[in-house]
T-cell receptor, first 116, second 114 residues
């Protein structure tokens, strides 16, 4: 069964702190895709990153970085030097190759609050 | 902004009524997926439309139905509304690829069922 678990429901940090959001997934497919989305209070899901299961290279984009480890089925997201504008709900999602719908299976989300 | 638009923004209905939500996909995208997001939860996949045909469905009853038009815009219809249908309904458009396409979401329609 496919499943995405974000064990951290809420995280609160002070501005400029680093913060890591955890994501653990379950799938039987050998080919799959992992995503992170940001949902600000406006409600729109903002795409952040997509990784495929064959590419375990970590990625950095500005203050954002992602650590993909197949051995532990984890795809963690780190924000360096957090800012108040980073406050949002963050979702990790899984998409399997079979079926070719690309449907996303989301975790429950982690609410990040960055205080000034 | 993604270019995906949804209407209306908010909607209030009563139990038993029917509702139609609309979505315009991003230019160049031929696939539209619909998701339901209950308060405090992650979005749940309802179904997907590709070239006007349903292409995959989540665990939702038949009273949830949809359409996709030749211009790739889409509608989500919900009949016999129930209180639990109150949620944010998100539309996502993508270009069909061999698995795992990036899906770009609209701002959502918040439906309240009283």
């Amino acid at each position: 069964a496919q499943k995405v678990t974000q064990a951290q429901t809420e995280i609160s940090v002070v501005e400029k702190e680093d913060v890591t959001l955890d994501c653990v997934y379950e799938t039987r497919d050998t080919t799959y895709y992992l995503f992170w989305y940001k949902q600000p209070p406006s409600g729109e899901l903002v795409f952040l990153i997509r990784r495929n299961s064959f590419d375990e290279q970590n990625e950095i984009s500005g203050r954002y970085s992602w650590n993909f480890q197949k051995s532990t089925s984890s795809f963690n997201f780190t924000i360096t030097a957090s800012q108040v504008v980073d406050s949002a709900v963050y979702f990790c999602a899984l998409s399997e190759d079979s079926g070719n719908t690309g449907k996303l299976i989301f975790g429950q989300g982690t609410t990040l609050q960055v205080k000034p | 902004e993604t270019g995906v638009t949804q209407s209306p923004t908010h909607l209030i209905k009563t139990r038993g009524q029917q509702v139609t939500l609309r979505c315009s996909s991003q230019s160049g995208h031929n696939t539209v997926s619909w998701y339901q997001q209950a308060l405090g939860q992650g979005p749940q996949f309802i179904f997907q439309y590709y070239r006007e045909e349903e292409n995959g469905r989540g665990n939702f009853p038949p009273r949830f139905s949809g359409l996709q038009f030749p211009n790739y815009s889409s509608e989500l219809n919900v009949n016999a509304l129930e209180l639990d249908d109150s949620a944010l309904y998100l539309c996502a458009s993508s270009l069909r690829l061999a698995g795992g396409p990036e899906q770009f979401f609209g701002p959502g329609t918040r439906l309240t069922v009283l």
